[in-house]
Nanobody, 114 residues
Framework: QVQLVESGGGLVQAGGSLRLSCAAS????????MGWYRQAPGKQRELVAT???????NYADSMKGRFTISRDNAKNTVYLQMNSLKPEDTAVYYC????????WGQGTQVTVSS
């Protein structure tokens, strides 16, 4: 089993920044991919960004240039630096990891006020 614990959400004004963190524990390895998804009210969960252990990161088009995903393999932790936040970025952000199946964190709320 893999457990994912997120932190770093909150309320920020438009144009501001937030940094999310997600630590993986349990039977997990640095070779397993991790990432972030988000779900806004009334919408489906969507990809934000993913990062394999040492390969090329992948971003949703609307996040490119504003969000940066990174990971610390020694800590099994993935980060999401979010800059130039917009009200439409308001959502619950979920940490994701894969080890033979999908694992999800409990979600952290990000609210961007206009």
């Amino acid at each position: 089993q893999v457990q994912l614990v997120e932190s770093g959400g909150g309320l920020v004004q438009a144009g501001g920044s937030l940094r999310l963190s997600c630590a993986a524990s349990g039977i997990f390895s640095s070779i397993n991919p991790m990432g972030w998804y988000r779900q806004a009210p009334g919408k489906q969960r969507e990809l934000v960004a993913t990062i394999p252990s040492g390969g090329v990161t992948n971003y949703a088009d609307s996040m490119k240039g504003r969000f940066t995903i990174s990971r610390d393999n020694a800590k099994n932790t993935v980060y999401l630096q979010m800059n130039s936040l917009k009200p439409e970025d308001t959502a619950v952000y979920y940490c994701w990891a894969w080890r033979f199946k999908d694992y999800w964190g409990q979600g952290t709320q990000v609210t961007v006020s206009s």
